[in-house]
């Protein structure tokens, strides 16, 4: 099944589907209503096991995520990922209620459930599409933080008897997130310290010691009564930008658990399913499906991102982009634990919902980037190789493309005036590679390979994203990375 699932991400790749479809069909294949006839129905041990799959991820996107990008769209995505919940709840709740007829406890559940932000989804859709920073930050950050209140909301709805006091639960929310905040990021900063001044005997121990590092974070946000989803999350990311030994060997490391985690956890989720059960759930799952991705979500886009001036189509892009995966189907696995009346077609409900609706948004997503122009030109991506000279240079080798319509065609290597200290090492045309002269002219679909020791790497990207946006002219006619980044329309 492993191999069948690598095997898939081939194919997801080229077709454009995304690959948390397959992997929930290869479990429903090995199902009891499939080929595999495995029965399998426990609920508890779907929710353990998700859990678990989902530190894995938050701790692998968190690692990923860069504060640079996520510092400017700190608080929008705050906001986006507790006002822009409660707003997507509330609106979700009342159409699953008054257009599919649900009693209002399992409106409330669902509204809750699938008000969350796939991690997984979100970290490995974003990273493909070359998209400006503050829409790729503020979607990221807002997958990383939201489910910490949801799952609080859950909870509080799938426990006995009803929320009596919505200010005592909105209580109970901030102290959650405020212990697992302070948690997580005191557990990364301590953690980071120590693999800095600490030398491990082989390199291979430090990608287990980060990992050990985050989950540690999740069980001391549990243990204290805070959120250990965010606390993995924060801790990862502080760990992620602290330029510890080692860091490509890492990245690997915590990559390919990561892949490990969403396999398994979709083919479980598959595995949990009974799809003869369904067709009664389809219709109710596209309604209530359409109202939270036409009303819900970019109504808690616009409220949430009002007051930071987030410019229309970035606002457009965002609300499409609200993905959901294994998150909801695993949050709908609480109801069921507890016993809470009608919580397995909770269950089929969302279940349906994530599959047509993360089929009809993740191929779309790339399409609409286009039409809203908000696709990056000169964005350089860090190539993650262990090299000795580099790590004793603190280096970076950056791969840029030159895409259709950049300005960057036409200009000689010497023309991009990089700063000192990064240097455009190879470029790859056509299939075969040469070590450029100054004299050398890019052209499109042009990929250089560009070596950037660490104080001069920001400055490199700015420099190549200002060319891409204004030509060998950029800087002396006003033109400059971030400006280009943030307006890239």
Do not use: C
């Not at 102290?175 to 800095?196: D, Q, T, Y």
């Not at 991705?293 to 965002?318: D, H, I, K, N």
């Not at 200009?411 to 299939?431: D, F, I, K, Q, Y």
């Amino acid at each position: 099944m492993l191999l069948v699932a690598v095997a898939a991400v081939r194919i997801s790749s080229r077709s454009g589907l995304p690959s948390l479809l397959v992997y929930l069909g290869i479990g429903v294949v090995m199902g009891q209503d499939g080929i595999g006839h495995i029965h399998f129905d426990s609920a508890a041990v779907t929710q353990v096991m998700g859990y678990a799959a989902l530190v894995v991820i938050l701790a692998e996107g968190g690692l990923g995520t860069k504060w640079k990008e996520i510092r400017p769209v700190l608080s929008s995505a705050s906001v986006l990922a507790t006002v822009g919940v409660a707003v997507s709840v509330g609106v979700t709740a009342v159409g699953a209620h008054y257009l599919v007829g649900l009693e209002w406890r399992q409106a409330l559940i669902i509204g809750a459930v699938v008000s969350s932000t796939d991690a997984a989804a979100v970290f490995s859709v974003l990273r493909k599409i070359p998209l400006p920073a503050r829409v790729t930050g503020t979607l990221e950050a807002e997958s990383g933080f939201n489910d910490a209140p949801v799952v609080i909301l859950v909870v509080a709805f799938s426990t006995a008897g009803p929320v009596e006091h919505w200010y005592v639960l909105l209580g109970e929310i901030v102290l959650e997130l405020a212990i697992g905040a302070a948690i997580g990021i005191a557990v990364g900063w301590f953690g980071s310290w120590g693999l800095r001044h600490v030398a491990l005997p082989a390199s291979g121990l430090y990608p287990i010691a980060v990992l050990a590092i985050a989950v540690s974070a999740y069980a001391a946000g549990a243990l204290g009564h805070g959120s250990g989803f965010l606390a993995v999350y924060l801790a990862s990311m502080v760990l992620g930008n602290a330029r510890l030994p080692h860091w490509p060997a890492t990245r690997g490391f915590a990559e390919g658990l990561g892949w490990i985690a969403q396999i398994g956890m979709f083919v479980v989720l598959g595995l949990l399913v009974t799809p003869h059960e369904l067709g009664d759930d389809v219709v109710p799952a596209l309604v209530i499906g359409l109202v939270l991705t036409m009303v819900a979500r970019p109504l808690s886009v616009v409220l949430s991102l009002a007051p930071f001036r987030v410019p229309w189509p970035e606002q457009a892009l965002m609300s499409w982009a609200g993905l959901r995966g294994a998150v909801p189907i695993i949050l709908a696995t609480i109801p069921m634990v507890n016993g809470v009346s009608g919580s397995r077609r909770v269950f089929n409900i969302v279940f349906v919902l994530v599959v047509v609706y993360t089929l009809l948004q993740g191929p779309t997503l790339p399409w609409l980037a286009r039409k809203l122009r908000l696709g990056e030109q000169g964005e350089a991506a860090d190539l993650g190789i262990e090299s000795a000279p580099l790590e004793r240079l603190r280096g970076h080798l950056l791969s840029v493309t030159v895409p259709e319509g950049s300005r960057m065609h036409g200009v000689e290597v010497s023309e991009l005036r990089l700063p000192p200290g990064a240097a455009v090492t190879l470029v790859v045309r056509e299939g075969k590679s040469f070590v450029p002269l100054p004299s050398t002219v890019l052209r499109r679909d042009d990929e250089l390979l560009v070596v950037a020791t660490d104080p001069v790497r920001d400055a490199a990207e700015r420099r190549l994203r200002a060319v891409a946006h204004g030509g060998k002219l950029a800087g002396w006619l006003g033109t400059d990375g971030d400006a280009g980044r943030g307006a890239a329309s």
